[in-house]
């Protein structure tokens, strides 16, 4: 696959690229884009991010290796993000994390042979007040149990 942005996503990046007196404001945004399009961010993808905005590799490498959110290898279709901080610990994070982990087979930032399922143990994901929580891909889910999770796994899970 070619490693380009569309002619449309390249209007956003010129968008973003023009909210900030310098073009490497704008670096995570672009990163958050080419991550978006290419499901991880290679070596070749953060060249062509570094390209766009006029920066050296090295800037942009330094802050997509500084952000966790940031996939440096290919992740599973369905990336599953387990809390285990205090609050979610508290209140059961890690026993959800060791169900997730024993129901796929994978550990930390590890995926399922298939490429379906990627698993991350994260340190906060601002949702203190529903721990524990688990996020597959962008939405979160709190208050969640062994049978809760069991359930959503199977609904969104496919």
Known sequence: MAIAFSPEELAEVEQHKARYPEPKAAVMHVLWMAQHK??????????????????????????????????????GKYHIQVCTNVSCMLRGGEELYDFVKEKYGIGHNERTN????????????????????????????????????????QQVVK
């Open 114 to 153: 298939d490429g379906l399922v990627s698993l991350e143990e994260v340190e906060c994901m601002g949702a203190c007040g529903g721990a524990p929580m688990i996020a597959i891909n962008e939405d979160y889910y709190e208050d969640l149990n062994r049978d809760k999770a069991q359930s959503l796994l």
């Open 38 to 75: 290419f499901g991880w961010l290679s070596e070749d993808v953060m060249k062509y991010v570094a390209e766009l905005l006029g920066l050296p590799y090295a800037h942009v490498l330094g802050v997509a290796t500084f952000y966790t959110m940031y996939f440096k290898k290919p992740m």
